[in-house]
């Protein structure tokens, strides 16, 4: 059964990616948000709420990836192989000691990382539109058209699970 979070995050990238199979969507959403939540239970936290958390992490795969089971499976990549999985995370420090074929084989393993550099970024600089800049290039002070369009939708995703969160609860104390 998936957490209220899950299918609020499930509805929303619905609509952002209508040719994803819904199946797919369904899957993705609930293992973002079960990484989350294991990371906001470890002994560091998050550094920001589950559903930011949440929808900062949704942003950033929906744009780096589109979802695709190819980029999952790392049949595409990009910035010629360096960057993989569903977040595009990049070669080094970020992989956190992983294999390619460890990270391409996991799809939790690859939330996790891309999580893990937003919430570096996110510290640093507390700002989405900083965040990220910062997932993208590496350095939040160097803006990116890719950059501005996954603050936009993560603008998007934010308001529209909180609301959907807010609704449901009201529909349930009535």
């Known amino acids: 059964m998936m957490t209220k979070l899950a299918a609020a995050l499930s509805l929303v990238l619905q609509v952002l990616a209508p040719n ?8 993705i ?8 939540v294991k990371d906001d239970k470890s002994d560091e936290g998050l550094p920001m709420e589950k559903t930011e958390a949440a929808s900062m992490l949704a942003a950033a795969i929906f ?5 695709r089971e190819s980029v999952e499976t790392c049949k595409s990549s990009g910035d010629g192989g360096r960057s993989i999985g569903l ?5 080094g420090q970020n992989w956190e000691g992983h ?3 460890e990270i391409c084989s996991n799809r939790k393993l690859q939330l996790k990382l891309a999580l893990h550099v937003l919430s ?5 600089t507390p700002r989405s539109r900083s965040v990220y800049k910062c ?3 590496g350095d939040a002070g160097v803006d990116s058209p ?5 603050n936009a939708t993560f603008l998007k995703i934010d308001k529209a699970i909180k609301s959907f969160l807010k609704r449901r609860e009201e529909i349930s104390m009535n």
């Open 120 to 124: 570096k970024c996110y510290e640093r």
């Open 135 to 137: 997932y993208t290039s």
């Open 99 to 101: 294999t390619k074929k």
């Open 146 to 150: 890719v950059a501005r369009a996954e």
């Open 87 to 91: 977040g595009q995370v990049m070669v």
């Open 29 to 36: 959403a609930s293992d973002i948000v079960e990484v989350v």
């Open 63 to 67: 744009h780096e990836s589109g979802l």
């Open 20 to 27: 994803v199979e819904t199946g797919r969507v369904d899957a």
